[in-house]
Every structure is written in structure tokens, then in C-alpha cells.
């Protein structure tokens, strides 16, 4: 039985120290090693078209419509679509009155089936070059679009996303501070070849790459590795700037991330994720997503072995302690603590309602974002 707690411990600890510390800072010297450079053009102006998913949106979507209609892009080359997810506020209204004194403006009143199903009839119901997407709580850069196909111009990639840039927390959220973390990350994947997520705010792929994905799945985590599958690039570019404002404390945060990681274990267990990919991109796969999902569980492999093991050597008793500092200090408020214990339980708890209930395709707004 020892030998088996022993296995448990290190291997979820050796796991755990790779997902978060080993595995960015080799992606970052790999990236530094063997950069695969994406072939941009600052001057292609391919026509888009901005799809906006919406759903009971009244507080923003003429604030959003306003901003891209004033983006630094040519105005016979862009058309904005809001696709409302059968809203029951005065979403509708509000984008009808936009679309009557703005040509571009197009309003899609879809049935209720999710944000996905939206973005997929807003993409059968338009003819661009390029399909963009954001959120109805997002504002662009004025120059974020030209960043973004800027990258599409290199006929390698399928796929490009921007940098989303939270505002500050007026509360206790420290998922700016990840954030950060995670955009490192993400910009030594793109460099190596291709990221392995997205983000809603702010992403384009060429119509001919566009994929319609089951409703329940977001884009964000599902079209990079489609891409990489279909031997398209996904890549991220710094450049092109989304801002939103982030739930307002540690616990909203944890219940939002809860909502996303239930569409995350869907994916990572029913969407093919692992199949078809080159050997160098299925380690960033298993090492960025698996792993990082699965911090929960291995969070609570490494504590219980701990617990049978803090006889049997030091080591086994400083890594029980230092697990008890962190859930102590998460106890006592600190914000760091308490942010990264209730993110990792997130992961668990998303898993244990997938198990039992599935996921659903529609959704809510998450709360203090908008």
C-alpha cells in the first residue's frame, strides 16, 4: 500500500509543479529556442463581419455597437451582427434602433440554444472573408481589428485571438493576477506554433476555417485545437486589445469559473481533444488543459497521501504543512490564497455537476461584469 501513497504523492505533486511552473517556463525557453514567427500583414483589409452574441444584454449592447462602429477599420468592409439568443429585455429594441440609422449594424433573432448556436446561424447568415466575434460586455481598441487580420493574411493560420485586459477590481478578484500569468503562456504557445485557448472578448478565423461545434462547447477552448487538427495555426496576437470588467470578488469569480470548467470537462472529455495532434502540441494539450482542469483532483490526491504518508519521512510533513498554510491563509481572507484554493475547487466541483447532470448550451451573464 505504501509504495502505491508514494506513487499518489509524488505523482501528483510532480504533476501539479509542472502544469504551473515547469511546463511555462520550458514553453517560454522552447519559444525563445525555435520561435515559428507568423507571416503578418499590417495593410490586408479583408471584409469582416463582427458577430456579438447576446443575451438579455440592455445595460451594454449599445455601448458595444458604438465601439466597434468607431473602430479604425474600413466601413465598406465591416458589418456588425448582433445574434440575440432570444432575448427578453429590450436587447432587440435597442440594436433595431442602432441598425436604422447604421447600415452595418444587423440584428439575427435566433431561438433560445446558446451562445454557440447563435454565433453558427449569425456565420450561415453572412458572407465575409473573415468572421470576428466579442462579448457584449467587451470594448476594442480601435486598432484591435486590423491587429487581428493582420495575422490571417498568413495562409498557415486559421485562427488568431486577441489580448483581453481586465479592469481593475474594485472588489477582492485576483484573476487579473492570473490573467497576466496566463497571457505569458499564451504568447510562448503562439510563438511555438499555436496556443491552446482562446478567449470570448476577442478572436477572428477565416470563414473557410470556421467550424460549427457541438452548441455545448465554446470556442474558446474548442477551435484552437481544431485548427491544429485540421493542420491550421491558432495563434495569439498581444497586440490587438479587448477590455472587460471582471466579477467583483474571489467568490463570484469562483462561481463563473465553475460555469466555464462544467463546459471545459465536457469538452476535454467528449470532444476529441487528444486525437490527431502533433507530438510536440499534445504535450502543450495534456500539460496546459489536462493537467490545469485537473489541478482539483490532484490537489486532493497529493493531501490525502500526505496525510498517510507524514510519517514515513520530511518531505511528506513539509508538503502537508505547506497544503495547510495555503488552505489556512485562503480561510483567513488572504486574497492570493484565497483565489487560487477556490479557482482549483471550482474544478472539482464542475467535474462532480457534468458527472451527474451534463451541461447545458445556454447561459447567464456572470454576475458584476457588466
Not at 498568413?154 to 483581453?164: A, I, N, S
Not at 470563414?207 to 485545437?225: N, Q
Request: aromatic share 8%; with cysteine.
Amino acid at each position: 500500500m505504501v509504495p502505491v501513497l508514494k506513487l499518489v504523492f509524488w505523482g501528483s505533486l510532480g504533476a501539479l509543479a509542472w502544469t504551473h511552473l515547469g511546463y511555462p517556463v520550458t514553453a517560454d525557453i522552447a519559444a525563445r529556442i525555435r520561435a515559428r514567427p507568423v507571416r503578418r500583414d499590417p495593410g490586408t483589409d479583408p471584409s469582416v463581419v463582427i458577430v456579438v452574441a447576446a443575451y438579455n444584454e440592455e445595460t451594454v449592447i449599445e455601448r458595444r455597437l458604438e465601439n466597434l462602429l468607431a473602430l479604425d477599420y474600413p466601413a465598406d468592409r465591416l458589418e456588425i451582427v448582433v445574434a440575440s439568443d432570444a432575448s427578453s429585455d429590450a436587447t432587440n429594441s435597442l440594436v433595431e434602433g442602432v441598425a436604422a440609422r447604421e447600415p452595418r449594424v444587423r440584428l439575427i433573432d435566433c431561438e433560445r440554444g446558446g451562445k454557440v448556436a447563435a454565433q453558427n446561424r449569425a456565420v450561415r447568415e453572412t458572407t465575409s472573408d473573415v468572421v470576428a466575434f466579442s462579448d457584449a460586455n467587451a470594448t476594442w481598441a480601435p486598432d484591435a481589428l486590423r491587429h487581428l487580420v493582420a495575422n490571417l493574411a498568413d495562409t498557415e493560420v486559421g485562427y488568431v485571438c486577441g489580448q483581453l485586459r481586465l479592469e481593475t477590481a474594485l472588489g477582492t478578484n485576483r484573476e487579473g493576477t492570473y490573467w497576466r500569468y496566463e497571457m505569458k503562456l499564451r504568447e510562448a504557445e503562439s510563438r511555438l506554433g499555436s496556443i491552446t485557448g482562446g478567449n470570448g472578448s476577442i478572436y477572428a478565423v477565416n470563414r473557410s476555417d470556421y467550424i460549427e461545434v457541438d452548441p455545448r462547447w465554446g470556442h474558446d477552448l474548442s477551435f484552437p485545437y481544431r485548427m491544429v487538427q485540421a493542420g491550421r495555426r491558432a495563434v495569439y496576437e498581444p497586440l490587438a486589445h479587448a477590455f472587460e470588467k471582471p466579477t467583483p470578488s474571489n467568490e463570484t469569480e469562483y462561481r463563473r469559473k465553475v460555469r466555464m470548467f462544467e463546459h471545459c470537462w465536457e469538452i476535454t472529455l467528449r470532444g476529441s481533444m487528444f486525437r490527431d495532434l502533433p507530438s510536440g502540441y499534445l504535450v502543450e494539450i495534456i500539460s496546459h488543459r489536462l493537467l490545469r482542469y485537473g489541478s482539483g483532483i490532484l490537489h486532493l490526491a497529493l493531501l490525502a497521501s500526505s496525510v498517510a504518508l507524514v510519517a514515513d519521512g520530511w518531505a511528506y510533513g513539509i508538503v502537508l504543512a505547506g497544503q495547510v498554510a495555503l488552505i489556512a491563509a485562503a480561510a483567513a481572507g488572504v486574497s492570493v490564497a484565497r483565489y487560487y484554493v477556490l479557482v482549483t475547487w471550482a474544478t472539482v466541483v464542475a467535474l462532480w455537476n457534468y458527472l451527474r447532470r451534463g451541461v447545458p448550451a445556454t447561459w447567464e451573464a456572470a454576475e458584476g461584469t457588466r
